[in-house]
T-cell receptor, first 115, second 112 residues
Framework: DSGVTQTPKHLITATGQRVTLRCSPRSGDLSVYWYQQSLDQGLQFLIQYYNGEERAKGNILERFSAQQFPDLHSELNLSSLELGDSALYFC??????????????FGPGTRLTVL | AQSVTQLDSHVSVSEGTPVLLRCNYSSSYSPSLFWYVQHPNKGLQLLLKYTSAATLVKGINGFEAEFKKSETSFHLTKPSAHMSDAAEYFCVVSDFKNDMRFGAGTRLTVKP
């Protein structure tokens, strides 16, 4: 158990809908990262927050957004969902803002299915 | 830009025999390198990481990896495979900006 929690575990929704994925980092970790894992794209970094502020951006679509709250939990919002958004979404956390050597601890993931 | 290539999408070994999972990287900076393991329906777990200290890195569960700058490689090895090692393994490269790039993964099968 990494100490990172994600809810819900599974989410099934329809195209065009909007969903929110939630992540609670390990105690003491200030950075939260979001990743998407799909069969065709593999594991892709989406976005990072550090202590409430956006720190780095990866391959995140404009339909997706995220935020980190004062209690350091984070939410990933996915809107206007398409079939291709079906994937496993991981959250990870680390202590520092990320200097390349910062170890990230991954949550169990949320499996999103868009029908 | 940086990238990582895992040279084998699938590796199959017999229990008790050595494991070799190959990873080559490309980076403009002095990279940090990681190996993560993902068991079915589970999140990723850190096996080991290299951050410019000793080039031979020991990780959990008997795994180790050697950073070879001249070959731009970071291969993962284990002397004797266990059935419980069957999983997907990801090699990851990260630069000072913490832009992590994941390899496509290598699925390790362990035969009894």
């Amino acid at each position: 158990d990494s100490g990172v929690t994600q809810t819900p575990k599974h989410l099934i929704t329809a195209t065009g809908q909007r969903v929110t994925l939630r992540c609670s980092p390990r105690s003491g970790d200030l950075s939260v990262y979001w990743y998407q894992q799909s069969l065709d794209q593999g594991l892709q970094f989406l976005i990072q927050y550090y202590n409430g502020e956006e720190r780095a951006k990866g391959n995140i679509l404009e339909r997706f957004s995220a935020q980190q709250f004062p209690d350091l939990h984070s939410e990933l919002n996915l809107s206007s969902l398409e079939l291709g958004d079906s994937a496993l979404y991981f959250c990870a956390s680390s202590v520092a803002p990320g200097q390349g050597w910062d170890t990230q601890y991954f949550g169990p993931g949320t499996r999103l299915t868009v029908l | 830009a940086q990238s990582v290539t895992q040279l084998d999408s699938h590796v199959s070994v017999s229990e008790g025999t050595p494991v070799l999972l190959r990873c080559n990287y490309s980076s403009s900076y002095s990279p940090s390198l990681f190996w993560y393991v993902q068991h079915p329906n589970k999140g990723l777990q850190l096996l080991l990481k290299y951050t410019s200290a000793a080039t031979l890195v020991k990780g959990i569960n008997g795994f180790e990896a050697e950073f070879k700058k001249s070959e731009t490689s970071f291969h993962l090895t284990k002397p004797s495979a266990h059935m419980s090692d069957a999983a997907e393994y990801f090699c990851v490269v990260s630069d000072f900006k913490n832009d992590m790039r994941f390899g496509a993964g290598t699925r390790l099968t362990v035969k009894p």
